[in-house]
């Protein structure tokens, strides 16, 4: 739908477009290229076969898939039903995917057994039957396994390539209303939250950040990078559709594929982390190995890579740091494209919706803060959740009276109007009566030679809370604990200045649909076994 005509759900976003331009390519993988006309020929075919498995408005189907075209045919096919899609992250095993299954209430589940960079049969072999109770069907996309697994022996298996065979399904139940998406939050104490979001939340959010993105020019072109069971690569791949433009869907997260596909189709867009562009750039020779990309969105997950975005502008790629989160969806804020290095590398930015707020609010007292005074930030605006599903509780917790999500993260407000992303709430120190945000000591530490990355959380003691670093160190380096702490008494505040400073082979992590995120809550732990246990090196 053109985008100064409002999509009322997500169906119209893409049937207008294959009405206006149906031979214009929306979605290329490998060698098949998907016109928009075809793309929503085949998923009305796919929502027949769907609504012929039982599924209906307001019902489940869970998608664990790599990003192949067919997650966005039951995509829209689900939305088409006004029935919820939900994701399924594809690094998850077999309690997680049991979990997310049981817990939706999902009629069908979709996978791909013959996916080669994932061992589907094998985690579904691990799962209790008992666990995956209300699910009535398996949708197969690909080849059809020979064994079938214990947990999915009693379920119908119907072949993907058979919902295809179906008459195009007739009437629509998609509606602004109607809630089209489920994602998980990635939470590492307990299990995830299910985020739901409306069709005019999600079709809105997509055509506002394809206007403020540009996306409407003529030679746009995507590369779906990110897992679209995740709200990165999810928003981003509707945000190009939405334009009317063409996505290029990468399967596997693979930095060789990935750049010969840079190479092969010229992407203006692209979307990714930190890691993914500085190992792009490793792999890609030449002063400017991506010459087609006009600027490309990152965020930032690894604080060994802090300066990223000098070292791809110095290659002729301009890196502009973003700001989201399931509850608001990703793309809810950019840095300018005219701002300096310095800040336009960090997260946060101006909302893409002239309809969207941020404010901060001081997480003890409450008080709303000004510009340059870091707490909580809070987010407003058309592209929010509609709650958790299933969990109203923890809903009331987290939207307040006035429509704003508490998101949990640190930020700061910008004196021109915009914010600044600063950190998770949860890996924030207090220390000394201050709030200290852990990639200032991070960085300062990975500054020395032979520390490779850093991670640093705060642990209760007698005489207070102090910082307690970790670090990993480059090939063949060994940790001089003391010249590391004498170190940040040089450059920090006394406060801010680790109590220890530990090597570790690598951070404990736990799987995330943009990849793998610290678990903090181990590393308090080792701290406190390994505090009193291992002498203290002299500084």
């Known amino acids: 739908m053109p985008l100064d005509k409002p999509a009322s759900d997500v169906w119209a976003l893409l049937a207008d477009w294959a009405g206006q331009t149906p031979d214009m390519p929306a979605l290329l993988h490998g060698d098949r290229t998907i016109s928009f006309a075809e793309l929503a020929e085949r998923a009305l075919r796919v929502a027949q076969g769907l609504a012929d498995l039982g599924v209906g408005r307001g019902d489940r189907v869970a998608l664990w898939l790599p990003n192949v075209p067919a997650y966005l045919l039951l995509y829209f096919a689900c939305a088409r039903l006004g029935a919820i899609a939900v994701a399924v992250n594809t690094r998850y095993r077999a309690v997680e995917v049991a979990d997310i299954v049981s817990r939706s209430g999902a009629k069908v589940l979709a996978c791909a057994p013959g996916f080669r960079h994932i061992d589907f049969l094998s985690i579904l072999a691990d799962i209790e039957p008992q666990a995956l109770d209300a699910l009535e069907a398996l949708v197969i996309v690909g080849e059809t396994p020979a064994a079938?697994?214990?947990?999915?022996?009693?379920?119908?298996?119907?072949?993907?390539?058979?919902?295809?065979?179906?008459?195009?399904?007739?009437?629509?139940?998609?509606?602004?209303?109607?809630?089209?998406?489920?994602?998980?939050?990635?939470?590492?104490?307990?299990?995830?939250?299910?985020?739901?979001?409306?069709?005019?939340?999600?079709?809105?959010?997509?055509?506002?950040?394809?206007?403020?993105?540009?996306?409407?020019?003529?030679?746009?072109?995507?590369?779906?990078?990110m897992p679209l069971c995740g709200v990165f690569g999810f928003n981003q791949t509707l945000t190009a559709l939405a334009a009317g433009k063409p996505c290029v869907l990468v399967e596997s997260y693979d930095i060789d594929?990935?750049?010969?596909?840079?190479?092969?189709?010229?992407?203006?867009?692209?979307?990714?982390?930190?890691?993914?562009?500085?190992?792009?750039?490793?792999?890609?020779?030449?002063?400017?190995?991506?010459?087609?990309?006009?600027?490309?969105?990152?965020?930032?997950?690894?604080?060994?890579?802090?300066?990223?975005?000098?070292?791809?502008?110095?290659r002729g790629l301009i890196l502009r740091g973003l700001y989201g989160m399931s509850e608001v969806q990703?793309?809810?804020?950019?840095?300018?494209?005219?701002?300096?290095?310095?800040?336009?590398?960090?997260?946060?930015?101006?909302?893409?919706?002239?309809?969207?707020?941020?404010?901060?609010?001081?997480p003890e007292s409450g008080a709303l803060l000004e510009p340059g005074q870091p707490g909580m930030i809070e987010c407003a605006g058309p592209s929010l959740m509609v709650g958790y599903w299933g969990n109203e509780k923890a809903t009331v917790e987290t939207v307040t009276a006035d429509g704003y999500v508490r998101t949990g993260d640190l930020g700061e407000?910008?004196?021109?109007?915009?914010?600044?992303?600063?950190?998770?709430?949860?890996?924030?120190?207090?220390?000394?009566?201050?709030?200290?945000?852990?990639?200032?000591?991070?960085?300062?530490?990975?500054?020395?030679?032979?520390?490779?990355?850093?991670?640093?959380?705060?642990?209760?003691?007698?005489?207070?809370?102090?910082?307690?670093?970790?670090?990993?160190?480059?090939a063949g380096a060994g940790l001089d604990e003391g010249a590391v702490i004498a170190h940040c008494k040089q450059g920090l505040a006394n406060y801010k200045v680790p109590l220890r400073v530990f090597a570790v082979d690598d951070f404990p992590r736990t799987p995330s649909a943009n990849g793998f995120k610290i678990q903090r809550n181990k590393l308090r732990e080792m701290a406190e076994a390994l505090v009193d246990r291992e002498p203290a090196a002299r500084s």
Not at 158 to 172: A, E, H, I, N, Q
Request: proline share 7%; net charge positive; aromatic share 6%.
């Open 148 to 225: 079938t697994p214990g947990a999915v022996e009693r379920l119908r298996r119907v072949p993907f390539d058979r919902l295809l065979t179906r008459p195009r399904r007739g009437p629509s139940d998609a509606g602004a209303r109607a809630v089209c998406n489920i994602f998980t939050t990635s939470g590492t104490t307990s299990a995830p939250k299910f985020v739901a979001h409306r069709q005019g939340a999600i079709a809105g959010h997509a055509q506002q950040v394809a206007r403020a993105f540009g996306l409407a020019a003529a030679d746009t072109l995507s590369l779906s990078i």
């Open 257 to 314: 594929t990935i750049a010969a596909l840079i190479e092969r189709h010229r992407p203006t867009t692209l979307f990714g982390s930190d890691d993914m562009f500085s190992r792009l750039l490793e792999r890609m020779p030449g002063e400017r190995p991506m010459p087609s990309v006009r600027w490309a969105g990152y965020a930032g997950f690894n604080t060994a890579l802090e300066s990223i975005a000098e070292t791809a502008e110095r």
């Open 330 to 362: 990703a793309l809810y804020a950019a840095q300018p494209l005219d701002a300096p290095t310095v800040r336009r590398k960090k997260g946060g930015g101006m909302p893409t919706s002239p309809l969207a707020h941020v404010r901060i609010r001081d």
């Open 413 to 474: 407000l910008d004196a021109d109007g915009g914010f600044t992303f600063l950190s998770r709430m949860g890996d924030v120190l207090r220390l000394s009566g201050f709030l200290v945000n852990p990639l200032e000591i991070e960085t300062h530490i990975q500054r020395l030679p032979g520390i490779e990355a850093c991670q640093t959380i705060a642990l209760a003691r007698p005489e207070g809370v102090r910082a307690v670093s970790f670090v990993t160190l480059a």
